[in-house]
């Protein structure tokens, strides 16, 4: 490991040597090297010491910032509370004690009482009345016309009675699974009334308003994003005496209070970036600017001394700045300043974006783009001529594709940085220097969001149309009226250029280095994909259950900001190992027997465990990248095959691990891999609960509330990113995805019943 970490360091600094080298030579490579006069310039030594011949007054701008940046600096930050977060804390709590009291809710149960029943009436009536006493209290009377038999049915009320324990109980935990098995059973105690009190009518209400004045006294003390951990530890420590309580009870209510207002609370706290920017403009404001005087005859620079702005302000204010003579060779000024900027742009690589610094062969198609970009800067001294216009043909966006594609938006904004200053060092245009830098930017927004081909061939377009208006302002100011037609033009069929030779030259980087890009994906979301067309042809119910956690991971992953693309192609592939042995999943078994009721279950869950290292080989057969390859390995993670290991504790009793019966893979680390994990297991607990029930929309959102509370017991997310309300948002995109499919239809004449309307 320790040799693996060295040989990667000695790789990037060789990568960054032979970046360095190659960016001073594209750009100092053909530039005149003739002898340029050197003045006084701040930061250098003052060739001679210079005095004031008369009193000067110079504005002391660094004095001044300085000063100004104290003031900001002692500003503290503002605060604004959430009013909206308080009301959503205390309706949380509210809602848990009306559910309490909705799961004790008595069951009222009828009977018919055979003692009550009235023998029939010997009289006849021309017309006669039935009437019915309901389980409401009401009396139902039915005309008859025609001559009948008088008759009355009653019915009896049992006295009503609450539903079991455990059923109200196992209704709170599937309505609130955050809370602790304690803080339910403690609840459903004191609605009961299992303890002996002669308050005990009064007990939840109380309950009830100690759990929500607990939570309203922590909100209005104010909880930010940074103590809510510890607030609610503090809930915990220090929960809030419930005096009126019996004392056989009092100590589990307390706690369970304690769980409940911990659970619920949320920060309400937030800070006010806009108020505290303008507080501290506000505190710069009142500084005045500050002056630095030099009385006649005071030295303002001693010869050797280095000069600061005010020195040279004076210097020039009282014309006493002469030139020295002397020469220097602007080539390695040049390279000394393109060798600056690539560090620069090296260490936002290193320091900001380390998951591509970690990555040799990144760093160096880093340096590549750079390299490129120095070369490209050339462009315009060797097609423009005395035709400034043509300046305009400067490939810029080019490395906004690029780099938006291969990295992220994050490189490609890095990227107008050195591209603009080689723009500048090579041209000394300052109007290609802004375009340099606008048409770099341009397509990042377009291109770093795209889901599909057309929309990558529609990012291409516009931008091209973006780099019209951008040219004819830059034009206009820089070069005048008469030069915006022209312009315009070059601008535009740069654009287009830059487009397409991009979206030629990511495939060639993408293999070369590796990659996944949006091409990439595009690509392997194809349905006429190698790989793809394997499943549909060898495992065509794994094919279909793809496609579908394919739909459901890209509405998460849109819903959570990640890449949806990915996470559908992940999706798409992640049970390519099934089509080894088709037979043994469930969703491959259609009008078969199940093979695996003849095998051992340690011996089905080898099986069954084989399809991710099978899914791992074929990927590798067909090319599959590794980013999304990495879905085959952690869509299960190392969760348990709960069938077979029911299966095998029945079988074996003593002699049952249940470390035998779970999957070998790995837990998943990025958004999109917790997605796939999810959808996965989701859109199979859904396909078989709509096999042996018609769904709700209430049965379906529980089920998926209970499968995401499974994985994160059983510590499957631990490993990522993912934070609770991220993972709220997957569920209900998740809840409406499924809602849409399993919807119910109508039934059509001559198709067979529905499942509720057969016998059982």
Not at 205 to 228: F, H, K, M, N
Not at 443 to 451: D, E, F, K, M, Q
């Amino acid at each position: 490991m320790r040799l693996a970490a060295r040989l990667s360091g000695l790789t990037r600094v060789a990568i960054i040597a032979t970046t360095l080298v190659f960016t001073a030579l594209a750009l100092v490579i053909g530039v005149d090297t003739g002898p340029e006069p050197v003045k006084l310039t701040i930061g250098e030594p003052a060739p001679q010491t210079f005095f004031a011949t008369e009193v000067v007054e110079v504005a002391d701008d660094a004095e001044t910032a300085r000063l100004k940046a104290e003031a900001a600096a002692a500003v503290a930050d503002v605060y604004r509370t959430d009013t909206q977060a308080t009301e959503t804390v205390l309706a949380s709590i509210a809602e848990f004690f009306g559910n309490v009291t909705d799961a004790a809710e008595p069951i009222v149960i009828d009977v018919e009482d055979p003692d009550s029943i009235t023998p029939p009436s010997t009289e006849a009536t021309t017309t006669t009345e039935a009437s019915t006493v309901t389980s409401e209290g009401t009396t139902e009377t039915t005309p008859d016309d025609e001559t009948t038999t008088s008759a009355t049915t009653t019915t009896t009320t049992l006295p009503p009675e609450p539903p079991p324990l455990d059923e109200q109980v196992a209704r709170l935990e599937m309505l609130h699974p955050l809370l602790r098995d304690t803080t339910i059973e403690a609840m459903v105690d004191v609605v009961n009334g299992d303890f002996e009190a002669p308050v005990t009518g009064q007990l939840l209400p109380l309950v009830r308003q100690a759990a929500l004045d607990t939570a309203e006294q922590y909100l209005l003390d104010g909880i930010r994003s940074t103590e809510l951990e510890a607030v609610r530890s503090r809930v915990f420590t220090q929960p809030r005496p419930l005096v009126l309580l019996p004392d056989e009870m009092r100590t589990e209510v307390e706690n369970a209070v304690a769980d409940l207002v911990s659970v619920s609370l949320q920060a309400n706290e937030f800070s006010d970036e806009n108020a505290t920017q303008i507080a501290r403009l506000e505190a710069e404001g009142e500084v005045e600017q500050q002056f630095r005087e030099y009385q006649t005859g005071e030295e303002i620079v001693r010869a050797g001394v280095r000069v600061d702005a005010v020195q040279l302000a004076a210097i020039e204010k009282l014309g006493l700045l002469d030139q020295i003579g002397g020469t220097v060779t602007p080539v390695r000024a040049l390279a000394l300043t393109a060798a600056l900027l690539v560090v620069l742009a090296i260490i936002f690589l290193a320091r900001v974006t380390t998951e591509y610094w970690r990555r040799p062969k990144m760093v160096g198609l880093f340096g590549l783009l750079i390299v490129l970009a120095a070369v490209a800067s050339r462009v315009p001294a060797l097609v423009a001529g005395d035709t400034v216009e043509l300046g305009f043909l400067l490939p810029a966006a080019l490395f906004g594709y690029l780099a938006a594609n291969l990295f992220d938006p994050r490189i490609a904004v890095l990227m107008a940085v050195p591209m603009a200053a080689f723009t500048a060092l090579a041209t000394g245009d300052l109007a290609l220097v802004v375009f340099a830098a606008g048409a770099t930017l341009a397509p990042i927004p377009l291109v770093s969001s795209v889901a599909s081909r057309a929309q990558l061939n529609l990012a291409v377009v516009w931008s091209a149309v973006a780099h019209v208006p951008l040219v004819a302002a830059i034009a206009w100011f820089f070069y005048g009226w008469d030069a915006i037609g022209l312009s315009m033009v070059w601008g535009f069929v740069s654009g287009v250029i830059t487009g397409v030779v991009a979206l030629g030259v990511m495939p060639i980087l993408s293999v070369l280095f590796g990659l996944t890009t949006t091409q990439t994906l595009l690509d392997l979301t194809d349905r006429n994909h190698p790989a793809l067309r394997r499943i549909e042809e060898m495992a065509p119910g794994s094919f279909n259950h793809s496609m579908l956690v394919g739909n459901l991971a890209d509405r998460a992953a849109r819903a959570v900001g990640a890449n949806p693309l990915l996470a559908r192609a992940m999706a798409y592939y992640h049970d390519l190992g099934k089509t080894v042995q088709p037979k043994y999943f469930v969703e491959n078994q259609f009008g078969v027997t199940n093979p695996h009721d003849r095998l051992p279950p340690e011996e089905s869950a080898s099986i069954i465990r084989s399809h991710v290292s099978e899914g791992l080989r074929l990927a590798r057969e067909y090319r599959i990248p590794p980013d999304v390859s990495q879905g085959i390995l952690t869509h299960h993670g190392t969760s348990l095959m709960r069938f077979f290991s029911h299966k095998a504790e029945e079988a074996y009793g003593d002699r049952f691990n249940p470390a035998d019966y779970r999957h070998r893979g790995r837990k998943p680390k990025t958004k999109e891999m917790v997605i796939l994990m999810l959808a996965d297991a989701t859109e199979a607990g859904t396909r078989a609960l709509v096999q042996h029930e018609d769904p709700t929309s209430e049965s379906i959102r529980g089920l998926v509330e209970g499968i995401i509370a499974e994985k994160v017991e059983d510590g499957q997310l631990e490993e990522s990113d993912v934070t609770f309300g991220e993972l709220t948002r997957v569920k209900e995109a998740f809840v409406d995805a499924l809602i849409g499919y399993y919807h119910t239809r109508i039934p059509y004449p001559g198709f067979p019943a529905a499942r509720s309307a057969q016998p059982a």
